[in-house]
Nanobody, 118 residues
Framework: QVQLVESGGGLVQAGGSLRLSCVAS????????MGWYRQAPGKRRDVVAF???????TYADSVKGRFTISRDNAKSTVYLQMNSLKPEDTAVYYC????????????WGQGTQVTVSS
């Protein structure tokens, strides 16, 4: 089984930057796609960005041009570089991995809190 651990969240002012990290362990050879989702209080958990094993990236419209997802296969880690942060980016950010033989929703990390103040 795959396990995911997120880190890098914190409190920043609007316009600042953070880099989130997600380290995968376990059956990492079975990971086909990794991504980031976020959930604010009272809101649905929505996709932020994801990256395939071949390096193809996809972003939500709300973060295009500000966030960048990348992965380091040697370290089994996916990153989310967040620039020009806005208060509406405040949420718990979750790492997700879709694996071979797994469910369509994949597996999830425990989340890391990102708070952007104005």
């Amino acid at each position: 089984q795959v396990q995911l651990v997120e880190s890098g969240g914190g409190l920043v002012q609007a316009g600042g930057s953070l880099r989130l990290s997600c380290v995968a362990s376990g059956s990492i050879i079975n990971i086909n796609r990794m991504g980031w989702y976020r959930q604010a209080p009272g809101k649905r958990r929505d996709v932020v960005a994801f990256i395939t094993g071949g390096g193809t990236t996809t972003y939500a419209d709300s973060v295009k041009g500000r966030f960048t997802i990348s992965r380091d296969n040697a370290k089994s880690t996916v990153y989310l570089q967040m620039n020009s942060l806005k208060p509406e980016d405040t949420a718990v950010y979750y790492c997700n991995a879709i694996t071979t033989w797994g469910t369509p929703d994949g597996v999830w990390g425990q989340g890391t809190q990102v708070t952007v103040s104005s």
